[in-house]
């Protein structure tokens, strides 16, 4: 069965600090993995797609990995911001589709910026 | 273009009403989803459409729950007769031809809360 498991399931820092969220995954055959980033009462919004040969991309402060071997993906946010407090959600895509339209959601991690 | 748009907002209706969300998507997208948000399932995919047409709509909870597109730029979900338990975010999403790496572009949700 295709899974997402993301943790932590949420996490509160200082304001300035550094944070790693990560995902892991059963879903076979992979196609790509996005994080979305989710502001409190907004839509979901994408920060990053990584593909099965990228390892390392950066967006900003904003830094994810992925290691396909152990189907597993962390993003790192660096000297973080009181507008980093959201929900990061993990997205898998099945390269063979299927049900959901082969996009398997992790729950996300619900991070809290403190000043 | 302004993105994702649906409305209402926000929903407070009484168990047993009928409830309408709607949602316009981005002019040119292929693929329209609805999806329902609760704290502790995540996103959850409910029915998705490519060019109008409902494709996979296995996540519909139960016959309560139906949803429509008569058009490329328009998209109902009807929930009747609406329950407690239906209260959540419902999220629609557009997305291009792109199956495998296009990016979701959410609107902004409805909240529904069923009394």
């Known amino acids: 069965k295709n899974q997402v498991e993301q943790s932590p399931q949420s996490l509160i820092i200082l304001e300035g600090k550094n944070c790693t969220l990560q995902?892991?995954?059963?879903?076979?055959?992979?196609?790509?993995l996005r994080w979305y980033k989710q502001d409190t009462g907004r839509g979901p919004v994408s920060l990053t797609i990584m593909t099965f040969s990228e390892n390392t991309k950066s967006n900003g402060r904003y830094t994810a990995t992925l290691d396909a071997d152990t189907k597993q993906s962390s993003l790192h946010i660096t000297a973080s911001q009181l507008s980093d407090s959201a929900s990061y959600i993990c997205?898998?895509?099945?390269?063979?589709?299927?049900?959901?339209?082969?996009?398997?959601f992790g729950k996300g991690t619900h991070l809290i910026i403190q000043p | 273009d302004a993105g994702v748009i649906q409305s209402p907002r926000h929903e407070v209706t009484e168990m047993g009403q009928e409830v309408t969300l709607r949602c316009k998507p981005i002019?040119?997208?292929?693929?329209l989803f609805w999806y329902r948000q609760t704290m502790m399932r995540g996103l959850e995919l409910l029915i998705y459409?490519?060019?109008?047409?409902?494709?996979?709509d296995s996540g519909m909870p139960e016959d309560r729950f139906s949803a429509k597109m008569p058009n490329a730029s328009f998209s109902t979900l009807k929930i009747q007769p609406s329950e407690p338990r239906d209260s959540a975010v419902y999220f629609c999403?557009?997305?291009?031809?792109?199956?495998?790496?296009?990016?979701?572009?959410f609107g902004e949700g409805s909240r529904l809360t069923v009394l």
């Open positions: 995902c892991n995954y059963t879903v076979s055959p992979f196609s790509n």
């Open positions: 459409f490519n060019n109008n047409v409902p494709i996979d």
């Open positions: 997205v898998v895509t099945n390269l063979e589709g299927g049900g959901a339209d082969g996009l398997t």
């Open positions: 002019s040119g997208h292929d693929y």
């Open positions: 999403a557009s997305r291009d031809w792109d199956r495998v790496t296009g990016e979701l572009f």
